[in-house]
């Protein structure tokens, strides 16, 4: 089932303002494009009737392929991860 509004109470429909915590989860392995996927989880709790639940706030792509133009030139694969990025 996928949610459209990650804030909206799963029981009353009341919007919450802001999520009580947030925590992030990476992919351990790298898509076809060899980018991997960051998630940034959210805890909600509903001012108006209470109800507690998680839910998916973003999902971030970082990384950039391979390519082949690289592996030529004798460069290393490096995955950079802007933090900034995962504030948003």
Known sequence: MRRSDPFKCIRCGERASSPVRTWTLTSPFP???GRLT???M???VCSSCGATWNAVIKKIK???AAGE?????GEPYVITIDLEELKE
Request: proline share 0%; charged share 45%; glycine share 12%.
């Open 31 to 33: 898509d076809r494009e």
């Open 38 to 40: 960051v998630t940034v």
């Open 42 to 44: 959210g805890s909600f």
């Open 62 to 64: 970082v990384g950039e």
């Open 69 to 73: 133009e690289r592996a030529e030139r």
